[in-house]
């Protein structure tokens, strides 16, 4: 059963960084396109990086190129989402997502940029 507990989140000010886990289960990484999700107060969760194998390409949403970092390490099972120059409007609860099951969202961490 596929399992996914995202951590990493917390308050930080603008230019701040921070870098998210995803931790998986019932299922291997290394198989799947990864990505990180963010869903902001009264807004849609959008997609904001993918990674889609180990060996593939990795995109992102034009709001966070060039700050953002995905990656993974399939030893540990894991994913991250490494952040830096934060904005106030990256403020989000973030959650990683499989393709071995796009239905399933864990419970996220929240990121707070504020100064």
């Known amino acids: 059963q596929v399992h996914l507990v995202e951590s990493g989140g917390g308050s930080v000010q603008p230019g701040g960084s921070l870098r998210l886990s995803c931790a998986a289960s019932?299922?291997?990484?290394?198989?799947?396109?990864m990505s990180w999700y963010r869903q902001a107060p009264g807004k849609e969760r959008e997609l904001v990086a993918i990674h889609s194998t180990i060996f593939g390409p990795t995109n992102y949403a034009d709001s966070v190129k060039g700050r953002f970092t995905i990656s993974r390490d399939n030893t540990k099972n894991m994913v991250y989402l490494q952040m830096s120059a934060l904005k106030p409007e990256d403020t989000a609860v973030y959650y990683c997502n499989t393709r071995a099951a796009p239905d399933y969202w864990g419970q996220g961490t929240q990121v707070t940029v504020s100064s």
């Open positions: 019932g299922f291997t990484v290394g198989r799947y396109a």
